[in-house]
């Protein structure tokens, strides 16, 4: 069994080597994403890995992947719309992923941006660098306690959200297209997404990207919100229509935003960027506002979550090459 694991990250080495070990497995570790340049890497390996924002979208891609053998492409992620699932089953090539690595590492990002917002921390942070130490009406905070949360997606990372948020004494409500009964002991659910809108404080958004749920938050949805509501979301970029948010921010119909993901976020996720390549861009917006905290894309970024990940992506790839199968195959 032959392995190519490509897009190794510093913070994956170590974890990688000690799941190799405790697998008994080899396996070739490169620095570089799969890209249409590096695709010939994989060749004589029976089957890759990576972990990238960076798409693979070529068709030519995932005929080379054929022709050189290999059998699954398992990423060390839970969203793959990074990759061409049509073209890697045109070509027999299983995609896996790893669909639940630590729902507790995002949920918990939820609610530190939510806290962060409700308290004003960032606005109280940047006056006391001014040496700025007053009590003023504009950081006047609000208790968790006091407020109706709204969950759009009640999944594991929804519900372990709900649960947080109900620990801090909230009223929880949700909507998802497929209930569960298990969430149903947390929160009650709306019939609607319009009614979960209308009716929160704070909403915080645990949708997959799909094509049911892109741009799912847009300007009509925006309007129906509190001008007081913040929103939260930590699950893909592409299901806030980016532009409109921003304009509900700049004219004041919703409070605040806390983002870990953005639409076209790849222009600079994991990179060091200059001022010139995103100014006047929708990051560079929001990240001068403040009322919005945005992070990039580290809902995932905690150790437990990271081991769960390389171990379980190290055995979706062997499952396929052993047994031409895997509970986590996507296409």
Not at 85 to 97: C, D, M, P, R, S
Not at 236 to 257: H, K, S
Not at 264 to 272: L, P, Q, R, W
Not at 313 to 322: F, G, K, P
Request: charged share 30%; hydrophobic share 40%; net charge negative.
């Amino acid at each position: 069994m032959k392995i190519l694991i490509y897009g190794v990250r510093d913070y994956e080495e170590e974890v990688m080597k000690e799941c190799l070990k405790a697998a008994n497995l080899n396996a070739d570790m490169i620095h570089e994403d799969l890209t249409e340049e590096t695709v010939k890497k994989a060749e004589g390996y029976d089957g890759i890995s990576i972990q990238q924002v960076k798409e693979v979208k070529d068709e030519k891609t995932f005929e080379q992947l054929k022709e050189y053998g290999v059998k699954v492409i398992s990423s060390r992620t839970a969203g793959v719309d990074m990759i061409n699932l049509e073209a890697a089953a045109k070509n027999g090539i299983i995609v896996t992923n790893v669909p639940r690595y630590s729902p507790n590492a995002i949920a918990e990002l939820a609610v530190s941006h939510s806290l962060n917002l409700l308290r004003k921390c960032d606005k109280v942070d940047g006056r006391m660098k001014k040496n700025d130490f007053r009590w003023k009406a504009d950081l006047l905070g609000k208790e968790i306690r006091s407020l109706k949360i709204g969950i759009i997606g009640t999944g594991k990372i929804g519900l372990t959200s709900a649960k947080l948020f109900k620990g801090f004494g909230a009223e929880v409500i949700g909507f998802d297209v497929y209930r569960s009964s298990e969430a149903e002991e947390i929160l009650t659910y709306c019939e609607t997404i319009e009614e979960l809108l209308k009716e929160a404080d704070l909403v915080s958004i645990h949708t997959p990207s799909l094509e049911s749920t892109r741009h799912m938050i847009n300007k009509d949805r925006l309007k129906l919100m509190k001008k007081s509501a913040l929103i939260i979301n930590t699950s893909r970029g592409d299901v806030i229509n980016t532009q409109d948010l921003l304009e509900a921010l700049q004219n004041g119909e919703i409070a605040g935003a806390g983002l870990d993901t953005l639409e076209n976020e790849s222009v600079f996720i994991n990179k060091t960027v200059t001022t010139e390549m995103i100014e006047g861009s929708a990051i560079d917006l929001l990240q001068k506002m403040d009322n919005v905290i945005v992070t990039p894309h580290v809902g995932f970024f905690t150790e437990t979550a990271i081991e769960n990940i390389v171990s379980k992506a190290l055995e979706n790839v062997q499952d396929v090459i052993r047994n031409g199968h895997s509970e986590c195959r996507v296409n």
